[in-house]
């Protein structure tokens, strides 16, 4: 609904927005189309195919599809999988409920309002524990038993030094050295530990999925638990309160006897959010054992299915007109394109990477909300509205965030003394926790450096005059400089998850090659994207005083 009164100076105006809006079409249609031509000479299914990870398209039989990108490849061929074990489970798990209280009815829409008796809840937390570790073996093989050893030891530690400051270097030593021993060994092999037949055997089946990637989930849950006890156990009183929504879960202590093992177990392998999140807390999980989400309703539920059922038509339809995962991919590919050809695959490549994830996140998180267990929305907002840096962070992998802010940025001090350094600690955990490669280590002190910059701007501009936002004019810099943000973001995660160093390498040689050309592209698209953040000014606008415009 476009406000066509009451707007201050600090936004652009309806006739202005119209053209603002006009222009963002005409960019989209644009970057979507050179990318689409770039690919179409690759899509015949009549040929073999000449870029890595394409295959035959289910919508459109003539055309391959771009399963490149090894996370969409696994999780859209197991999709029937996935759609029976998340449906089997909650069925499961409301028969349960159903048996142990048979005095609630089974088809009652507030079944798991009202907590289960003590003994009968204990019993379907330790039911469901065992099914979760079934699950765990299906999805990693013999290599659940390096995962199943680890978790128990942290057991028995955290329980023993809970309340003390050796856990907390416990938790992290010991942490980043498994996570790099298991990079660095591809999380071991069984005749290397045992030898002879029995060892080879262990390693022939290793399931669906390398317990060593599924074990970076793990871990952040073991630091959940570990530090979630540990302040549990230092607090001098409970901070109970009757707020039911996540943050509030977050931040309540628990009982200590709700960090028992049996409650360890059903955390740590909670099946909705087992292989990819999002990430929940200890305190938010079991709190919600007790007592259900309270957030959505069924009907709200459902809407979010239908909506996510159109968005995996829509990655679909991306994937198989845009080959933007393939082309990364393939060598020779992207040094034979056009610098403006770069740039639209560049930003399409961004948009489909965003997509993906909120497919996987979306589809995990509503496993578990019709569980009765609400976890972050992993993507808020659309990756086109942000036009700064720590708005972006903030909104990408949002459950992620909001575990870095709890587990490590405020302990280390938070906003209060260090910022950058603590922000520098935060990247760099994200950077070796994804991937211990120089690629993401580039990736996250590219995104220190701009964030940096990004917050000793807003410093100097308070400075010299802490009013100037309220001027008529304000917005013209701040669209400038959301340009060379949005800009930012795209080489960051390029260089992180996409192209790597090569990717600007590239560009460096297109500039030595017509340097007049490169500036004059760059130029319009640094105003193309100064226009797309006056319309996110506007939207924030709106946002914020929507009560008041209404």
């Known amino acids: 609904k476009m406000v066509t009164n009451t707007l201050p100076s600090q936004v652009c105006g309806p006739t202005e927005l119209k053209a603002y809006i006009l222009i963002a079409i005409i960019f989209f249609v644009t970057i979507f189309g050179i990318t689409y031509q770039v690919s179409n000479p690759y899509s015949s299914t009549s040929e073999q195919p000449e870029l890595r990870g394409l295959q035959k398209s289910l919508l459109f039989p003539s055309r391959y599809v771009d399963v490149n990108d090894s996370q969409w490849r696994m999780f859209r061929s197991n999709l029937s999988l996935f759609l029976f074990v998340s449906i089997g489970y909650v069925a499961f798990k409301r028969?349960?409920?159903?048996?142990?209280?048979p005095n609630t009815s089974f088809y009652n829409k507030e079944l798991d309002t009202f907590p289960l008796s003590q003994?009968?809840?204990?019993?379907?937390?330790?039911?469901?524990?065992?099914?979760?570790?079934?699950?765990?073996f299906f999805i990693h093989g013999s290599g659940a038993l390096f995962t199943l050893s680890i978790v128990i030891i942290n057991y028995f530690v955290a329980q023993s030094l809970a309340g003390k400051s050796a856990l907390g270097w416990f938790t992290w030593v010991v942490g980043m050295l498994l996570l790099y021993e298991n990079e660095k060994y591809y999380g071991y092999q069984f005749r290397d530990i045992f030898g002879g037949e029995l060892g080879t055997k262990l390693d022939e089946y290793r399931g669906l999925y390398s317990w060593h990637q599924g074990f970076k989930f793990v871990f952040l849950r073991i630091i959940s638990y570990n530090f979630d006890l540990h302040w549990a156990k230092l607090a001098k009183s409970e901070n109970k309160s009757n707020a039911y929504d996540y943050d509030s879960r977050c931040k309540q202590h628990l009982e200590l006897n709700y960090y028992s093992i049996e409650y360890y177990f059903s955390f740590l392998f909670y099946a909705p959010i087992l292989i990819a999140g999002p990430i929940c807390s200890y305190n938010a999980y079991v709190s919600q054992l007790i007592v259900p989400q309270r957030t959505f309703s069924t009907m709200q539920i459902i809407r979010l299915i239908a909506l996510w059922i159109v968005?995996?038509?829509?990655m679909e339809v991306m994937c198989t007109f845009m080959y933007t995962w393939a082309i990364n991919g393939t060598k020779g590919i992207w040094e034979e394109l056009e610098f403006i050809q770069l740039l639209a695959v560049s930003f399409t490549t961004l948009n489909v990477m965003w997509l993906k994830f909120m497919l996987l996140w979306r589809f995990f998180r509503l496993w578990a909300l019709a569980d009765g267990i609400e976890v972050p929305e992993n993507m808020p907002k659309c990756v086109n509205n942000h036009y700064t840096l720590?708005?972006?962070?903030?909104?990408?992998?949002h459950s992620y965030n909001k575990f870095l802010i709890r587990y490590i940025y405020i302990p280390l001090g938070g906003n209060r003394k260090r910022k950058i350094f603590n922000l520098f600690v935060v990247f760099?955990?994200?950077?070796?926790w994804h991937d211990m490669t120089l690629k993401l280590l580039s990736w996250s002190w590219i995104t220190v450096l701009f964030?940096?910059?990004?917050f000793g701007a807003k410093i100097v501009v308070d400075l010299i005059n802490p009013n100037i936002r309220d001027e008529w004019w304000w917005r013209f810099?701040?669209?400038?400089?959301?340009?060379?943000n949005i800009n930012a973001l795209i080489v960051a995660n390029l260089v992180g998850f996409a192209t790597g160093i090569d990717g600007l390498v590239k560009f460096k040689q297109l500039f030595e090659e017509n340097p007049m050309q490169f500036l004059f592209v760059v130029f319009v698209w640094f105003i193309t994207m100064a226009i797309g953040t006056q319309i996110m000014l506007y939207i924030e606008y709106v946002k914020e005083n929507r009560k008041e415009l209404e």
Request: no cysteine; hydrophobic share 55%.
């Open 95 to 101: 028969f349960l409920t159903w048996m142990l209280e």
């Open 119 to 136: 003994s009968h809840h204990l019993l379907k937390t330790n039911i469901v524990s065992i099914l979760s570790i079934f699950i765990l």
């Open 311 to 314: 968005e995996l038509l829509l």
């Open 390 to 397: 720590s708005g972006f962070w903030r909104a990408w992998h």
């Open 428 to 432: 760099t955990f994200v950077a070796l």
């Open 451 to 454: 964030l940096g910059s990004e």
């Open 477 to 484: 810099p701040v669209s400038f400089a959301g340009s060379v």
